[in-house]
RNA sequence: GCGCCCGUAGCUCAGCUGGAUAGAGCGACUGACUACGAAUCAGUAGGUCGGGAGUUCGAAUCUCUCCGGGCGCACCA
């Protein structure tokens, strides 16, 4: 509703002075007033324009409002300050359009609550024509763990944070491939069989009997017995071991790690079969894990498949012929494949290398690029930013290669893929996406932007363009919760703000772990609550109370916020948190249910009233007593607009702040008004509305989240 | 050395892309359960927005420069 009067507005004030004073393509800024008494929506656009019109802003203000005359949904405006406009809406008409504008389909049909599903399939359209909207088939990654240890709780802020972006673009109307990336052949997945191998000299059928055990075990044990855990410990141990005896079997371990590491990558032989072992068991471990916080995947492709199915050799060819690459004869970097970073590539630079000019004479006039990035190495081997680009082609459909497909996982209503090299044949169709979105941390930043720089390089700057790195900060450790864990923190570590977990360490906290304490805190709390309810029923509330915890923890911070981890705050269940939310949709469920009715009777009802007695609804909204009502509308009035804004800055934090002021205006207004106890008929509707309305609204920002709303708490 | 990010209340963070009186949560202190559940609400205290300069009618927001913190800058993956 805000969103599309917002609009309305724009483009009335926008026609006005195209009119009035000839100027064609203002922006027209529109800003939310810092109170009800300036009106529901303001501009400063009159300031913008005092030096540009040389007249001072209150006067071109007062221009505009004689010129707009009466615009359909506003009753009047007003100049303020020194020169605002501010416009105050048609309350009664706003709250009707509340009321009638519920949902896009797709959310609708995602809502568990058969009550917000049925409210209304309307042609809500989210975002219309916005410059730089996102394409239609976009494709998201996120989550991309290394299948070698447990996931920590890094992983679960991509992951989450991923996840939720893919449940707004689905929400704007947007077809989302969600893909995790496998990387199981790196050094990574390397060290842990150098770990089952070398260090505890284990063979091929053993380690395949102790996967086997594993999964027997964790069956009946849980996860803490399972094969990610133990690697864990392993991985560890193995990166300590490099490091121990003496130089010579030092040397002797690093050149192990790098035969083991060719092996894998070559296939085809024991090793190669102890890593696939591995990671796949691994992997199907880090997809439960996501599966309990309700996040979901559609493909997996794995660097295995991109080496063999020669994704590089395609890339290098057309990287080869663009000038994208060419070769350098001279400096440190004699004898590779290089790109023009960036950053550093001056003017000269780059035409030197894309432009008419061979690789053969490429570098010849200015000396080499020390500053280029290597893709191919002297030795002819790739780059890891090498096979990121051949991979990205791969995304666009700009390869003129694909996978192999074949079913991995098997959800409650469909299947993960998982790239193969032969495959099925009947198989959905991935890639040859129109935007991309890469849920990568903020450090690796410079790698992004170089396969960017390389889309960009060959011409396909309209796929360059569309290429996203959602970026974010790391979750680190504050001291005094690493000291907590048992891990001995350096001294000089004690007095930083955060410490860096670290895999390779062993360092961090463990994903399953975490999510085992929340159910286990929540549990408690149930327990004490909901003694008439059965086990199941108190092990499900808790459940979606400690997820609706975890996964607003994680969406409350803004992406590039470091997030200093500790259990005192991620445990917490009061204030700006999940549950916070989700029990003031349990408050407002319990209201229909003792007040023996339900929220879309509710809603009907008052529709029609509405379209009747439009005067009364308008007094119910109005005045000093009502003010707070007004603005509980309002503000469910907003998602469309919160929305939008989320999918243009790739934040989500805005929806979870969103649904967090939502209830805690409608906790305000709940102590304010008893409803149940309201003797005026129409009144009590109102109220009623009110509370259907928000109960909508936050159990729909509460599903974009991922978090669920429970019956009872 | 170069590049990116951060510095806002005791703590953890917002601040709608330059606008009106800088806001939340936690913590502290006061109050409110015989009414729809107190995982709640109302209130009080707490800020030279790291320092300085500049641009502007107007700066927490943009520019420059210091100070402090973090992370990247390999023919590793």
Known sequence: MVLELQKRLGDAI????????????????????PGLRFGEIATPVALQLARKLRKAPKVIAQEIVAALGSVEGFTGFEVAGAGYINARLERAAAVRMVVSHPFAGEIGERMEHPAAAKVGHSNFQ???????????????????????????????????????????????????????????????????????????????????????????????????????????????????????????????????????????????????????????????RHLETMLRLGIEYDFLPRESEILHLKFWEAAFEQLKKTGVLYFEEQGKNKGCWVMTRPGGGDAAGTARHAGTAGPETGATTSGPDEEAKVIVRSNGTVTYVGKDIAYH????????????????????????????????????????????????????????????????????????????????????????????????????????????????????????????????????????????????????IAEQIAIGALRYFMLKYTRNSVIAFDFKDALSFEGETGPYIQYAVVRIRNIFRKGETTPEAVLAEFAKAASQRVSELASQLSGEENEDIWALWLRAGRFSLVLDQCIGASEPAYLAKHAFQLAQEFNNFYHKHHILTEEDAGRKTFLLATAAVVLRELVKALALLGIESPEAM
Not at 14 to 32: H, Q, S
Not at 196 to 210: I, S
Not at 222 to 236: E, F, N, Q, T
Request: hydrophobic share 40%; proline share 3%.
């Open 393 to 540: 082609l791969w995304k666009f459909g700009l390869l003129g290669r694909d996978f192999g497909y074949k079913p991995f996982f098997r959800y409650s209503d469909r299947e993960c893929w998982i790239s193969t090299t032969g495959g099925e044949a009947d198989h959905p169709h991935f890639g040859g996406a129109t935007a991309i979105y890469n849920v990568i941390d903020a450090r690796q930043a410079d790698p992004q932007a170089n396969v960017i720089q390389a889309l960009r390089g060959m011409g396909h700057t309209a796929e360059a363009d569309h290429y996203t790195h959602f970026s974010y900060e790391m979750v680190a450790l504050t001291p005094r919760c690493a000291v907590e864990l048992g891990y001995t923190v350096a001294e000089e570590d004690l007095s930083r703000p955060y410490i860096e977990v670290s895999g390779r360490k062993g360092f961090g906290v463990k994903a399953d772990d975490l999510i085992d304490k929340l159910i286990a805190a929540t549990r408690a709390e149930v327990d004490a609550r909901q003694t008439a309810r059965s086990e199941a029923e108190r092990q499900k």
């Open 126 to 284: 989210v975002s219309e024509s916005r410059p730089g909207a996102p394409a239609d088939h976009a494709l998201v990654e996120h989550t991309s763990i290394n299948p070698n240890k447990a996931a920590h709780i890094g992983h679960l802020r991509n992951a989450i944070l991923g996840d939720t972006f893919v449940r707004l673009l689905r929400a704007a109307g947007q077809k989302v491939d969600v893909q995790n990336y496998i990387d199981n052949t790196g050094v990574q997945v390397a060290d842990v069989v150098v770990g089952f191998l070398h260090v505890e000299g284990k063979t091929l059928a053993q380690v395949r009997e102790l996967v086997a055990a594993c999964e027997r075990r964790a069956a009946t044990e849980g996860h803490k017995a399972a094969i990610d855990y133990s690697c864990w410990d392993l991985y560890a141990r193995t990166s300590q071991w490099y490091s121990e005896g003496s130089e010579e079997e030092q040397a002797a371990r690093k050149k192990l790690r790098y035969e083991t590491l060719h092996a894998i990558e070559h296939g085809g032989n024991e090793t190669a079969e102890v890593a696939e072992l591995i990671s796949t068991a691994v992997l199907k």
């Open 14 to 33: 926008r026609a006005v002075l195209n009119e009035k004073y000839g100027l064609a393509d203002e922006t027209v800024p529109i800003e939310t007033p």
